[in-house]
């Protein structure tokens, strides 16, 4: 790895962990991101047990931003991406010719210099051969080997430099190659990173949303409880430990709040704004039968192998490998079956981690299916409760907590199709290059 490549690759990496580097406690925007869908499912129920989240995005100057809309926002605007593409742009603006120029003006001056001793060398030996001058033909003979000594000196010092233009003009083509491949990797990574921030949030507003139905239902027992209570049917402490419940449940929506706000923080910073940025995110789209109907895992994981920046990035070991040794760099083949054996272990590991992704698709598909299943079956109980309501069977306690049942079903559905979406979308990346965590390993 040249010396550019290496500071190349600790600066993007210095910079993307200082962008990504968030408080204590604060959604992790690539963590997030990469999740499966399982598992940002999981991460959401976590934060609801624990107390955390809901909408700073009500604020009337609060821009809206689309799922769909990340990828552009984020390769306009994200400064380290900004960053990159200058530093970019400086080495495909580096001038090879000109810094070189000096060195072969002097040089094609010695060689001028060199061929004018030579030719006046000659002419004096001529002239003194046809004057038949012993001395003076051994002091021009030796002039014109003097003189040829140079020339051949300044001549080897011209292709010298033409070798040393050559290679820094070729380290510098690998160099903006390898930069370029780099950003292009890092432009998906922070994407795929703020889309796992905006899936994260839509998951928090629904999680604040069965919270605030929850003290709704919390609410009611209490005012029944206290009916209770009042004509001596439960004990006091009965409605205490109720009160003392919708004081915990309460505490957490306010925690709830402040940690929606800092992962809308992350989000805004993700896309170029700064931390007081105010974003306003709006649906998310849901995967078409269409599209999983597309996915066929033979073409889709050619497709990954081929874009996988991971991938590339032990492809190009191997090719420096081979030059190393070519250029005697390097004594023995060792270093260059070295990185042929850790290239075919990559093409592994991506096939091994797409199978999983695509797996994982087919069973977010099926969960869909059953939440599907289960929210028909809870609609159906729903009209039967409805009706008993109508007629005076049922109170209305019985009534509404039948609608929190059927509302609880109604989310598992909408959390199903965000976890098929994330999944989906996560095989997508994968197919264009990016495989989370090994991508760029």
């Not at 996915?295 to 090719?319: C, F, G, H, P, T």
Request: net charge negative.
């Amino acid at each position: 790895m040249s010396t550019y490549q290496w500071r190349g690759r600790v600066l993007v990496a210095g910079a993307l962990c200082a962008l990504l580097t968030v408080p204590a406690g604060a959604v992790n925007a690539l963590g997030v991101a990469g999740m499966g869908a399982t598992a940002v499912g999981g991460a959401m129920q976590g934060m609801l047990a624990n107390g955390t989240i809901k909408d700073p995005f009500s604020a009337d100057d609060a821009q809206p931003v689309g799922f769909g809309g990340l990828e552009k926002r984020v390769a306009e605007n994200n400064m380290t991406i900004k960053v990159l593409e200058r530093q970019l742009a400086g080495i495909g603006n580096t001038d090879i010719d000109g810094q070189f120029a000096g060195q072969e003006f002097s040089a094609e001056m010695m060689l001028s210099q060199a061929q004018g001793a030579l030719a006046q060398a000659q002419e004096e030996l001529k002239a003194a051969e046809e004057a038949g001058d012993a001395a003076g033909i051994a002091a021009a003979t030796a002039a014109v080997q003097a003189a040829q000594q140079q020339v051949g000196s300044a001549q080897a010092s011209i292709e010298s430099i033409d070798e040393a233009k050559e290679t820094a003009q070729r380290q510098l083509d690998d160099q903006y190659a390898s930069l370029e491949k780099q950003i292009e990797n890092i432009r998906q990574s922070l994407t795929v990173a703020a889309q796992g921030v905006y899936l994260a949030l839509v998951s928090l507003e629904d999680g604040l949303d069965t919270l605030d139905r929850n003290l709704a239902s919390l609410d009611r027992q209490i005012a029944v409880m206290e009916k209770q209570v009042e004509i001596g049917m439960a004990a006091p402490l009965t409605l205490e430990n109720l009160r003392y419940s919708r004081t915990t449940l309460t505490s957490q929506r306010e925690t709830l709040v402040t940690q929606q706000k800092q992962a809308q923080n992350q989000l805004a910073m993700l896309c170029g704004g700064d931390a007081d940025s105010r974003l306003r995110i709006t649906s998310v789209p849901q995967v078409t039968s269409a599209q999983l109907r597309e996915m066929d895992y033979e073409d889709d994981l050619e497709q990954a192998l081929d874009n996988s920046y991971s991938i590339w990035v032990k492809q190009d070991e191997v090719r420096q490998a081979s030059n190393d040794y070519e250029d005697n760099v390097t004594s023995t083949v060792d270093y260059y079956e070295a990185a042929k054996l850790d290239l075919e272990n990559e093409k592994e590991n991506v096939t091994s981690s797409f199978r999983s992704l695509y797996t994982d698709v087919q069973e977010k598909q099926r969960l869909l299916q059953e939440a599907e299943e289960a929210y028909a079956m809870e609609e159906k109980n729903f009209a039967v409760d409805e009706l008993q309501y109508e007629r005076g069977m049922i109170s209305q306690l019985d009534y509404q907590t039948a609608q929190d049942d059927l509302a609880a079903k109604q989310d598992a559905v909408d959390s199903a199709e965000i976890e098929l979406f994330t999944a989906y979308n996560t095989y997508d990346w994968a197919r264009r290059g990016y495989i989370g965590s090994t991508a760029g390993a």
